[in-house]
């Protein structure tokens, strides 16, 4: 598609349930990033895949959150056992190029979590 | 890593004016500097990139300035219209070398009529 679609829009869980958010990536794009976004603060960011492989997940927080970008499907991000200060806004973003020069990322429109 | 500030006050300007937004950074130099535009509700949208050795850029009505000396950034709207209220952002490479964005935490723009 022309655009980065995310699923869903909002997602409510309970403490301790699973979370699990869904973009798809422009197609042609072989780079795709989830981002996380409390409030108003900034973007943290959490993982990036060059198709799909992982090429940096930094970000992650190992011990709940997974990822994984599979081929012919949307990627996924996974929330094992959320707690409350997961509630945030996840943005998937995807791009053409990976270049040291400067490369355009386009978002999705991002799922709003929240725990409760 | 690298550090972003950009004021958290939001910047209200009347319709007409030139709106400047402004983007420090603190850490190494980065090859290039990105800005984007976030309206509430939805992902933000890339606006401008310009590259360590470019001063300035132009889009339409809207300009940057890089500063490698001063480590910051200029963010014009000139003619500035109520549907430029937005909040904005700048974005760096993560560290050198990196081509993951880091975002600063974005300016709030008030365009009143």
């Known amino acids: 598609g022309e655009e980065v679609a995310q699923t869903p829009k909002h997602l409510v869980r309970g403490e301790g349930q699973k979370a699990k958010l869904y973009c798809a990536p422009i197609?042609?794009?072989?780079?795709v990033f989830w981002y996380q976004q409390v409030l108003k603060n900034e973007f943290k960011f959490l993982i990036s895949?060059?198709?799909?492989?992982?090429?940096?997940e930094t970000g992650m927080p190992k011990e709940r959150f997974s990822a994984k970008c599979l081929p012919n499907s949307p990627c996924s991000l996974e929330i094992q056992a959320t707690k409350l200060e997961d509630s945030a806004v996840y943005f998937c973003?995807?791009?053409?190029?990976?270049?040291?020069?400067?490369?355009?990322?386009?978002f999705g429109e991002g799922s709003w979590l929240t725990v409760v | 890593s690298q550090k972003i500030e950009q004021n958290s006050e939001a910047l209200n300007i009347q319709e007409g004016k030139t709106a400047t937004l402004t983007c420090n950074y603190t850490?190494?130099?980065?090859?290039?500097l990105q800005w984007y535009r976030q309206d509430p509700g939805r992902g933000p949208v890339f606006l401008l990139l310009?590259?360590?050795?470019?001063k300035e850029k132009r889009k339409e009505r809207l300009k940057v300035t890089f500063d490698t000396t001063l480590k910051q950034s200029l963010f014009h709207i000139t003619a500035s219209q109520p549907a430029d209220s937005a909040t904005y952002l700048c974005?760096?490479?993560?560290?050198?070398?990196?081509?993951?964005?880091?975002f600063g935490r974005g300016t709030s723009l008030i365009v009143h009529p």
């Open positions: 973003a995807s791009s053409q190029y990976r270049t040291e020069a400067g490369n355009t990322i386009y």
């Open positions: 197609k042609g794009h072989s780079y």
């Open positions: 895949f060059q198709n799909e492989n992982v090429f940096d």
């Open positions: 850490n190494y130099s980065p090859a290039y």
């Open positions: 310009i590259r360590e050795n470019e």
């Open positions: 974005a760096l490479p993560t560290s050198g070398g990196s081509y993951i964005p880091t």
